[in-house]
């Protein structure tokens, strides 16, 4: 599976739409690259997948760069419970394959 | 959606004591179920792929006699920590997916355990 990079850390206001970036300069052609988060606590939620094309669904948008090296996560109007860390992984198959979970990036979204 | 369950969410028990921790499917069929472990302050590490019927398969470091792992059906894999030690104390979360290639994997709850 291709390596992710993604800042550490992010802040967002309330109501503002977040933005994470993640980079994965070494991606396959086969690779997906797969967004999850885990708030303080619980299970890693899944978020939203894609290939080559954009993505959205009820919770976010997903936008890969035309050459794959990276994409962005965004949460389009952030509230308190948004507040989690972000994983971005890249794998060829998300289901069946384990998944290497980085370090992601802590948003925290305040008021 | 695809719903996973484990239980219990929170176990506190004594050194040299065993712990079952299960994991569920509620709302699909899983052949293959992955075990993780995370202490605080990091990231999921995994520890085993559960595959059902037959035997699971261990990442480098992790002791497959204590963490013993059994998928007896589509829908139900279990962790017992045998002999707990304080050391194993951590974060347990199990994950599940409804099998298609690129259909996302989706996650229990975890399981705190605490061993004393």
């Known amino acids: 599976d291709a390596k992710t990079t993604q800042p550490t850390s992010m802040d967002c206001a309330e109501g503002r739409a977040a933005n994470l970036p993640c980079n994965h300069s070494t991606i396959s052609g086969n690779e997906y690259v797969y967004w999850y988060r885990q708030i303080h606590s619980q299970g890693p939620q899944y978020i939203i997948h894609g290939l080559k094309n954009n993505e959205t669904n009820e919770m976010a948008s997903l936008i890969i760069t035309e050459d794959r090296k990276s994409s962005t996560l965004i949460l389009p109007h952030a509230t308190l419970r948004d507040t989690a860390v972000y994983y971005c992984?890249?794998?060829?198959?998300?289901?069946?394959?384990?998944?290497?979970f980085g370090t992601g990036t802590q948003l925290k979204v305040e008021l | 959606g695809a719903v996973v369950s484990q239980h219990p969410s929170w176990v506190i028990c004594k050194s040299g004591t065993s712990v079952k921790i299960e994991c569920r499917s509620l709302d699909f069929q899983a052949t293959t179920m992955f075990w993780y472990r995370q202490f605080p302050k990091q990231s999921l590490m995994l520890m085993a792929t559960?595959?059902?019927?037959?035997?699971?398969?261990?990442e480098q470091g992790v002791e497959k006699d204590k963490f013993l792992i059994n998928h007896a059906s589509l829908t139900l894999s279990t962790l017992t920590v045998t002999s707990a030690h304080p050391e194993d104390s951590s974060f347990y979360i199990c994950s599940a997916s409804p099998g298609t290639l690129h259909q996302p994997q989706h996650f229990g709850d975890g399981t705190r355990l605490s061993i004393l």
């Open positions: 992984i890249v794998t060829v198959t998300g289901g069946g394959n384990k998944l290497t």
């Open positions: 559960s595959n059902e019927g037959s035997k699971a398969t261990y």
